[in-house]
């Protein structure tokens, strides 16, 4: 959820920047001029707005070294399958 709320603000910011930029194009040249300018600031604030929100809102790794539950041991050496053959193993152990 504040990953939405913070790219809102940031989409607010930028087109109010986009609208800005394009009113002083448009007092120096002419109004085809400032739609030339607007048109791709507006989409652009989008791309940009996402992408600094993803990062603004990214978690920071050194903060939080937990596991995801159930994942303990995915940084065991031992292959995949090897992992899936010990895991079933102890299901049919624990079902007997």
């Known amino acids: ?48 707005a996402w992408r600094a929100a993803i990062r603004v809102t990214e978690p920071n790794p050194s903060e939080s070294k937990s596991v995801p539950r159930g994942r303990e041991d995915i940084s065991s050496p031992e292959p995949a399958a090897t992992q899936l053959a010990a895991a079933s193993a102890r299901q049919n152990r624990a079902a007997r």
């Open 1 to 48: 959820m504040s990953l939405l709320i913070v790219f809102a603000g940031f989409v607010v910011v930028g087109q109010a920047l986009a609208v800005g930029i394009s009113l002083v194009v448009e007092q120096l040249t002419s109004p085809h001029a400032s739609l030339l300018a607007f048109i791709p600031l507006y989409f652009g604030i989008f791309w940009v």
